[in-house]
């Protein structure tokens, strides 16, 4: 069978981007259809954001209980450790995914968005030739909407296969490996090398560069180094893979001597690649902005009414900023005056402990900084969190005090995103947030302290 489907805007693409775009554009009442090769929900949904911080939990709540059976803590022992069933923790994740996905796929017909399953290509930049189960549909659109995302980077000398694995397969393992190599301290490769090592695996870390996640500062990154120490996982700084060997991963040390480190499994995590191809780009005329597609400030490419967003047009390539490229498109494809122009965007390590960094790094020109320690912290402290070497660092302009970022490290500070993201994109400075009134015992607290540092007088450091 072959179908023509005539549409005002196609959306390429189910990811935070383009599900987020395509249901946007339903509610704005464009006639919207939806092409999705794999599964609605992306990356991020299927074997990315979701699923990682899943199995981070799991591992989280097993490591505690083999601590407490190890040693009692809090008044509370465990008389035998417990056991670790893989399949029952993948299960388990999976069934998040699998709802999360099903609500995708709902929200996206309550938008009135129809949804095509099939690879998308491209014959020229408006018509698009989709192989479904049912025969091929060509869809013709007067508004093009790319969000094709990313792919794991592969070593060309340590290709994927067999035990050498992408991020995808490492949420998905049958069997619990032993030993554990991970190959790039980015965010990714550390996150689930930490919910390894947590579920039981012996993990080591080759990293070329001289430090772990190379884009945070050394001061923010210390205290996830020291649990890294302190939990046995190796690290090999300034270490090259060179690649698979019978037993292992053979990698140059930073001596220049070279060693085989036994691996059971070999987590390749060296970055991420733009999906740029096998999909008919070339036939779009589309101009490019090193790997990535150029986009202008309303994610506009330089062929009228072709549009991307997300993983497609650059760093950070994360989700929520896909997600909010792909709200700005829809709503300029429905006539409304926007921008994507924000003052920040958050980045946040799931590691361990956790790592946020919002907006201007500590150290720019004209600024100072506040910084308020986790151990000081009463909510902290009751959450086991004190100890950790975390702390909330508020970084202001030194005349005006408007708050330009804010960095902080320390367990659950994931949760206060929100307000440091929400504070400098409203413009506030460390005066607006001292006279908030947070509630005690929070962590929130801790952002109102560093502010006050900024200011010279906090109270409880
Ligand atoms: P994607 O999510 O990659 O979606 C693109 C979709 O397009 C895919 O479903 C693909 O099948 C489909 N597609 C591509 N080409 C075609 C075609 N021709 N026809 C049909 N369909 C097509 N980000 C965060 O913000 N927070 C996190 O905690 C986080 N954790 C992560 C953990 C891991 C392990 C990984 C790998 C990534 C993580 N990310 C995280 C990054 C995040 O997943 C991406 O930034 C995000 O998914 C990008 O969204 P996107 O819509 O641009 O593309």
Redesign the pocket.
Known sequence: MSEVIKTKVLV???????YVAAIRCGQLGLDTVL?????L????L????IP??AMIHAASEFSSMVETARKPQFGISLTSPPELDLAGTVAWKDSIVNRLNTGVGALLKRAKVKVIE????FSDAKTCQ?ETSDGTVTIQSEHVIL????A?VELPFLPMGGKVIS??EA?SLAELPRKLVVVGAGY?GL??GIAYAKLGSDVTVVESTDRILPLYDKQLVEPVRQWLEKHGVKLHLNACAKGERDDGLAVELDDGSEVVLPADNILVTVG?KP?TE??GMENMVLEMDGRFVKVDEQCATSTKNVWA????VGEP??????SAQGEVVAEIIAGKKRRFDPVAIPA?C?TEPEIVSVGVDAGAPNTTTGVFPMAASGRALSMNAGDSGGFVRVVAHSGTHRILGVQAVGAHISELTAAFTTAIEMGATVGDIESIIQAHPTMGEMFQEASLKVLGHAIHA
């Not at 099939?118 to 290509?121: F, H």
């Not at 390539?317 to 896909?322: E, I």
């Open positions: 390429v693409g189910g990811g935070p981007g383009g092409v999705e090769g794999d599964q929900g992306g990356t991020c299927i074997r990315g954001c990682s911080k099939g690879w998308g290509r989709v969000a094709t995302g990313s794991p991020s995808a949420l990714i996150e689930l991420r999906l096998g999909w967003i997300g993983d497609l390539m994360l989700a929520h900023k896909a946040v799931f």
